[in-house]
């Protein structure tokens, strides 16, 4: 079945005007997208069935198939929706390495927001972290995603390193370091994440970072 006679939806009407306008298209891969976020985090990715996201979201097997795949490709369009949020945050920050703390401050106040706050992205860090055993590729999905997140912090790190700022290493782990202190680990996991919005962190965290960098 094509796009232009994919279902409505959970009525199952047909799309009786001929082919359907491409915004409508988008709107319904978008609808189907959200449903199989939720569908993955309420039954897991192996639990997770083509035949059930059929049903919700009004878009045929066939269309899915042609559109995805498969559920991995699913998954990879619900990591690829996240890391472009992300890194259209990130991408957009002032680096300045005149002005160190004040960049890695705006850095995590930045990547608190866009990456913590947001449900997708620890929704779709703890459907992996819950299917390791089963689909350890799904982490190392999410991984080789995160490492081009960071990809401009770690750059500016290591233009902070042929500067002397910060002592030789691996701008990656530089940048990997810095985001363990903006999520505390296993706590955005499993706390209330408020506590990531306490007054000062942002800045307490750069202080911390460079403290340990320098």
Not at 104 to 114: M, P, S
Not at 158 to 181: I, N, S
Request: net charge neutral; with cysteine; glycine share 10%.
């Amino acid at each position: 079945m094509s796009d232009e006679t994919m279902t409505t939806g959970q009525a199952g009407k047909r799309w009786q005007g001929g082919r359907l306008p491409r915004a409508e298209v988008d709107r319904r891969i978008d609808r189907l997208l959200d449903i199989a976020l939720e569908e993955f985090a309420l039954t897991g990715f192996g639990g997770t069935s083509l035949d059930r996201l059929v049903e919700r979201s009004g878009v045929s097997k066939t269309t899915i198939y042609r559109r995805f795949g498969s559920k991995e490709g699913l998954f990879t369009a619900l990591i690829h929706r996240s890391m472009e949020a992300v890194r259209s945050g990130l991408w957009a920050l002032e680096l300045d390495v005149a002005d160190p703390l004040g960049t890695i401050e705006r850095f995590v106040a930045t990547y608190t927001e866009v990456a913590i706050c947001r449900p997708m992205g620890r929704t779709l860090l703890q459907i992996a972290v819950a299917e390791r055993r089963d689909f350890p590729h799904l982490g190392a999905m999410l991984l080789a995603n995160a490492y081009e997140g960071f990809r401009p912090i770690s750059d500016y790190f290591e233009r902070l390193m042929t500067d002397g700022v910060l002592r030789p290493g691996d701008p990656q782990d530089a940048a990997f370091d810095l985001q363990g202190l903006i999520t505390q680990g296993f706590r955005v996991m499993v706390d209330d994440i408020g506590f990531v919005h306490r007054e000062g962190r942002a800045r307490e965290i750069a202080g911390r970072f460079l403290r340990g960098w320098s």
